[in-house]
């Protein structure tokens, strides 16, 4: 990871390797777990290179939580979303969950309800943006 790399820079990669650790805690990424990491990744702007080098070298990635609310949202949202792509949320995914929500603006108490709440909405089909307004109202 680059000294140069921007705040925002800073906060994807550290999203990335969030992710990557929920994704890990079952002791390896699977196929699915890398292709929502990658999807993900792209999403926040992050290039292919750049993602290589978060799985290459995830150790030397430094947390760096989001500055808004809105991306707080979407972090948590990801990280819900990583822990359901298998069909099988496992307590060691829920207890990091709880571990990093704080860092994200939300007290361990409400994870639960905040998973619960995302697991419904994505099981209906709503809106990300949508799903990420409730969590934020939450924070």
């Not at 990335?16 to 002791?27: Q, V």
């Not at 808004?68 to 990091?96: C, H, P, T, W």
Request: hydrophobic letters at 40%; aromatic letters at 6%.
């Amino acid at each position: 990871m680059s000294w140069f790399d921007s705040e925002d820079t800073k906060i994807r990669k550290s999203h990335i390797m969030n992710l990557m650790t929920l994704a890990m805690s079952d002791g390896h990424i699977d196929k699915r777990e890398q292709e929502l990491l990658f999807d993900i990744a792209s999403r926040w702007g992050l290039s292919p290179n750049e993602f290589q080098e978060i799985l290459k070298n995830p150790h030397k990635v430094k947390f760096t939580p989001p500055t808004n609310i809105q991306d707080r949202a979407y972090q948590i949202l990801d990280l819900v979303f990583m822990m359901m792509i298998d069909g099988k949320i496992r307590e060691s995914e829920m207890d990091l969950c709880k571990t990093l929500a704080p860092s994200l603006g939300y007290p361990p108490s409400i994870v639960d309800k905040l998973v619960k709440i995302i697991v419904e909405s994505i099981s209906k089909n709503v809106e990300r943006d949508i799903i990420a307004q409730k969590i934020a109202a939450m924070n």
